[in-house]
């Protein structure tokens, strides 16, 4: 894969789970990454420097313009440049899962504020510099679960797919100008969010129905998706944008 050794990536929901993992594989494969969170990313750091990489910590709130433009502004400040921005943060870990008509206003609100506004805002607030360098690649986390319609999470299923055609269209409305727009899909993935959303029992039961449907047969872990975000963010796919790729071990076609 190409290299990208000395990239700047800013990382959106850095703190743990899958975003931690992405920020460890950048800096492995060269990159300075900007963690960004409303949580402390202060593992992430630790786990990055340790294996010798370079990170910066902004505490980010997408849901906040002015919080993601100073993400942007922090970002440069320390690096002078952004390459790649990968919005992995959302409301996922904590999140309210039952019928679909017993989901919260406020919920459901609050949903589309963290999972699609806030990828919004971020490219809002990275665009004018990768437009200046003339090269960006943004990378949007969707879920397989759009794919799925997997049911008792409507609010999420939901905005999820949205973050999927939002992909689309900014990919073509930011047309020549050298950034690339494309998303990813991950499937059920073994993080502390995906374990504590369920109750023990619905959890397993999920887990080894997701397994079933797979093609590979195996838990999918964070490590499993990172690859797929460091091809997306290379040059190597320099030729694709408005693209969705779907990382669930063939649970999924479409
Ligand atoms: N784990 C899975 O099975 C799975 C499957 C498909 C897609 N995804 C997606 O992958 C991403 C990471 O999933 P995860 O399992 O690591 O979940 P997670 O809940 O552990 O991570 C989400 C991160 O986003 C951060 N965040 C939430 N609101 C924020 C805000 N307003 N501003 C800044 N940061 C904020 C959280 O603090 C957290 O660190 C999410 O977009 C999730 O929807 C996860």
Redesign the pocket.
Known sequence: MASLTGRVVIV?????????EYCCAFAREGARVVA????SCEETVARVRDSGGEVVEVA????SAQ?TEAMAAAAIERFGQIDILVN???????MWVGPFDQISEADWDRMME??VK?IWLCCKAVVPMMKEQGKGKIIN?????IWAGDPFALH?VAS?GAVFSLTRALARELAGTGINVNAI??????????KTILDPETFERFRRQSVKRQIIKRN?E?AD?AGTVLFLASDASDFMSGQTLNIDGGRCHY
Request: net charge negative; glycine share 14%; no cysteine.
């Open positions: 959106t929901g850095a703190a743990r789970g899958i975003g931690q960004a969170d409303v949580l980010t709130d997408v849901t919080s992995n943060a959302a409301l996922y870990g904590g963290v999972n806030g986390v969707s879920s397989s679960t999420y999820k899909t991950p499937g059920h993935t073994m993080t502390e969010a995906s999918e964070p998706v």
